[in-house]
C-alpha cells in the first residue's frame, strides 16, 4: 500500500467531506440569484463552493500538522525525506477537498444541461488551487506554531482572511467570483498567477519543518523554505488584484437575432431563450420613441459592440432591460463637445435625462418619473413630471425639443 492510499484513509478530512459538500452546495444553490440556464452565470455560482472549503482547510490542516508536531510523528517517519511525508499529506487532503469542490461543480453543470454554450472547466481549475492554497497555509500555520490552540486559531484567520479580506474582487487571491456579466470570463493572466502562487505555497509549506530542525543536513531546505516563503509573498503582492484582472472580456461570438422595434436585436448565444425578452422591450422602446427618436439600426446585448457603446443586459430583471434598451435608442444621438462652456454641457446632460425619463415612462404606460436616485440637482425632473401629464399626443413637441437639445452641434 503506497504512503498517498494510507493518507488518504486515515485523514481526518475524509469524516470532514460529507458535511463540507453539504454546506458548499448550500452556498451555491441557496445564495446569491438564479443562475440556471447560462453558463457564464453557473460558472461563477460554483466557486462559491470554496467560501466553507477554504476556511475548513486552513483550520484543519493547522490542527493536523500542530498534532502531529507536538506528538513527534516527523520524527518517527524520518527514514523517509520529511517533505515527501508533508507532500504526501497535503495531496491526500487535497484529493478529499477538491473531491468535494468537483462534485458541487458537477451538480450545477447538471442543473444547466441543455443551456445553449458549454461549461467553462477554468473555473473548476479557479476553485481547486484556491482549496490547495488554504491547505498549504493550513499546513504551513501549523507546523510553524504547533500548540493545541493552532486549529481553532488558523480556523477563525481563515474565516477573516477568505470571507473578508480575499472575498471581494478587488482582492489578489479573490476565491469567489460573485460578480459574473455575459461578456466576461476568468482571465488567463489571473488563472497563471494563481496556480503560480499555490505552487510556491505548497512547496513553502513542505520545507517549513526543516526551519524548527537543529538537523544540519537540514540547512538547505531551511533555506529554501525561507526563499519559498518570501516569494509567496512577492507574488500575492504583485498578483492583478482589481475585479477587471480577474475577469476579462470575451472574444464576440456570432450572435442570435431576431428583428423588433424596427432594428435588429441581438443576444449571446447563451442567452438565446431570453431573445423574445429583449425584443418585446426593444418594440416598447421603439413605440415610446416613434416621432422623436429614430431606432438604432442594431439592439446589441452588452459586449457584443466593441466600439464603446455599452449594450443591453438580461441579467439584472425587467426594468434594468428596459432601461438599458432605452440607453442602446439614445446614446448615438447624444453629442458631447470638447471645449464647451460648462452650461452648455449641462443644459445638454440635462435634456438627456429629461428624454430618457419621459422615454421609460412613457414605455410602461406611466404618468410618473421612474424611481431611480439621481444625484446633483434634480429640477429637471418637474418639466418631465408636467410633460407627462399632458395627453398623449401633446407630449411629442417638448420631448422633439429635448431631442434637439441634446443633439446640438458643436
Known amino acids: 500500500m503506497t504512503g498517498l492510499s494510507v493518507e488518504l484513509r486515515r485523514t481526518p478530512m475524509r469524516w470532514a467531506a460529507l458535511p463540507l459538500l453539504i454546506a458548499a452546495a ?127 486559531i488558523a480556523a477563525v484567520g481563515g474565516f477573516m482572511l477568505f470571507s473578508l479580506v480575499f472575498s471581494s474582487q478587488s482582492s489578489p487571491l479573490a476565491n469567489v467570483v460573485f460578480y459574473h456579466s455575459i461578456d466576461v470570463r476568468l482571465s488567463a493572466t489571473h488563472l497563471a498567477w494563481r496556480l503560480a502562487v499555490t505552487v510556491l505555497a505548497v512547496a513553502a509549506m513542505c520545507t517549513v519543518s526543516s526551519l524548527m530542525s537543529r538537523d544540519r543536513a537540514m540547512k538547505g531546505a531551511a533555506s529554501a523554505s ?3 516563503s518570501v516569494v509567496t509573498l512577492i507574488c500575492i503582492a504583485a498578483m492583478p488584484g482589481n475585479g477587471s484582472d480577474l475577469l476579462e472580456a470575451r472574444q464576440v461570438e456570432e450572435p442570435v437575432c431576431a428583428p ?44 457584443l459592440e466593441r466600439n464603446g457603446s455599452g449594450g443591453f443586459t438580461l441579467d439584472h430583471g425587467q426594468k434594468d432591460l428596459l432601461h438599458t434598451a432605452l440607453l442602446e435608442l439614445t446614446s448615438p444621438h447624444k453629442v458631447w463637445c470638447e471645449g464647451e462652456s460648462e452650461a452648455g454641457t449641462e443644459r445638454k446632460m440635462y435634456a438627456g435625462l429629461q428624454l430618457e425619463a419621459w422615454l421609460e415612462a412613457r414605455a410602461v ?23 407627462l401629464s399632458l395627453p398623449s399626443a401633446d407630449q411629442v413637441a417638448p420631448a422633439k425639443q429635448w431631442a434637439r437639445e441634446m443633439q446640438a452641434p458643436c
Do not use: N
Request: net charge positive; aromatic share 10%.
Open 26 to 152: 448550500a452556498m451555491v444553490f441557496f445564495v446569491g440569484g438564479d443562475w440556471r440556464g447560462s453558463w457564464p452565470e453557473t460558472s461563477a455560482a460554483a466557486t462559491r463552493a470554496a467560501i466553507p472549503l477554504m476556511v475548513a482547510a486552513v483550520g484543519l490542516a493547522a490542527h493536523r500538522a500542530s498534532q502531529l508536531r507536538r506528538s513527534g510523528s516527523d520524527v518517527l517517519l524520518a527514514a523517509r525525506p520529511l517533505h515527501q511525508v508533508e507532500l504526501t499529506r497535503l495531496t491526500a487532503d487535497a484529493v478529499w477537498l477538491s473531491s468535494v469542490y468537483l462534485l458541487c461543480t458537477a451538480f450545477t453543470w447538471i442543473a444547466t444541461v441543455g443551456a445553449p454554450g458549454r461549461p467553462w472547466p477554468e473555473y473548476a481549475l479557479f476553485g481547486v488551487s484556491g482549496v490547495v492554497f488554504a491547505l498549504a497555509l493550513g499546513y504551513f500555520i501549523g507546523q510553524l506554531l504547533p500548540s493545541r490552540f493552532t486549529g481553532a
Open 260 to 303: 423588433g422595434g424596427g432594428s435588429s436585436v441581438c443576444v449571446w448565444p447563451e442567452h438565446a431563450k431570453r431573445l423574445p425578452d429583449a425584443v418585446d422591450e426593444a418594440e416598447r422602446v421603439a413605440a415610446a420613441a416613434k416621432g422623436v427618436l429614430p431606432a438604432p439600426k442594431r439592439y446589441a446585448e452588452q459586449g
Open 365 to 387: 404606460g406611466s404618468r410618473r418619473l421612474p424611481a431611480y436616485e439621481y444625484s446633483g440637482d434634480t429640477g429637471w425632473q418637474s418639466d418631465v413630471r408636467r410633460v
Open 226 to 228: 525561507g526563499v519559498f
